[in-house]
């Protein structure tokens, strides 16, 4: 079956510029996951999503960034008022469920974020 | 916090060499461990995972992991790499439904 898709794949933005991002999980995923991963380092926690409740959004790195997943399949990442920090490829996973986190998560590309 | 930690940033073998990787995490907690792979152009896609039971676990291309409790760490081995292994592998840990993920190990074999 398909995958988890995200779209744009690449997203270039100017300083101040609002962007949404949107992640289309794996048809039946319960848990949707957020990552930010800058140059060289591992993918960061920003957020997850059992169905359409936002369990945890911990890893967000300012009240600039907002998510959403409004009917518990689809979701979209924003990012108000960029700025050159969140440059990034921001990563979608989704997984069957959530039972303490033993279940795989399905990665999907990313989306390229360069703001200038 | 969780954090993980992975010890090798760029590792260069030739083909038929053993590999083995360092992870280690702290948390005092029940966590869940799992080894991801990026070959270039593709996407993060699980390698093996730990979570209960016999803490010596296989997973897809001949790769497996060990976990040992007592030193916090879960290496992943191969006892004959391929060049088709090349990619950037990374260590997670994870609990109550949020993961942390070490920096990653960029892995180049040369034919």
């Known amino acids: 079956g398909a995958g988890v898709s995200q779209s744009p794949r690449y997203k270039v933005a100017k300083r101040g510029q609002d962007v949404a991002l949107r992640c289309d999980p794996i048809?039946?995923?319960?848990?949707l996951f957020w990552y930010q991963q800058a140059l060289g380092q591992g993918p960061e926690f920003l957020t997850y999503?059992?169905?359409?409740?936002?369990?945890?959004k911990s890893g967000l790195p300012s009240d600039r960034f907002f998510a959403e997943r409004p009917e518990g399949s689809v979701s979209t990442l924003k990012i108000q008022r960029t700025q050159q920090e969140d440059s990034a490829v921001y990563l979608c996973?989704?997984?069957?469920?959530?039972?303490?986190?033993?279940?795989?998560?399905?990665f999907g590309p990313g989306t390229r974020l360069l703001v200038l | 916090a969780q954090s993980v930690s992975q010890h090798n940033h760029h590792v260069i073998l030739s083909e038929a060499a053993s590999l083995e990787l360092g992870c280690n995490y702290s948390?005092?907690?029940?966590?869940?461990l799992f080894w991801y792979v990026q070959y270039p152009g593709q996407h993060l896609q699980l390698l093996l995972k730990?979570?209960?039971?016999?803490?010596l676990v296989k997973g897809i291309k001949g790769f497996e992991a060990e976990f040992i409790k007592s030193k916090f760490s879960f290496n992943l081995r191969k006892p004959s790499v391929q060049w088709s292994d090349t990619a950037e592998y990374f260590c997670?840990?994870?609990?109550?439904?949020?993961?942390?993920f070490g920096d990653g190990t960029t892995l180049t074999v040369k034919p």
């Open positions: 996973a989704s997984s069957l469920w959530t039972s303490g986190g033993a279940e795989t998560q399905y």
């Open positions: 048809s039946g995923h319960v848990s």
């Open positions: 999503f059992q169905n359409e409740a936002q369990l945890d």
């Open positions: 948390y005092g907690g029940t966590v869940n």
């Open positions: 730990y979570f209960s039971g016999d803490p």
């Open positions: 997670a840990v994870t609990s109550a439904g949020k993961s942390t």
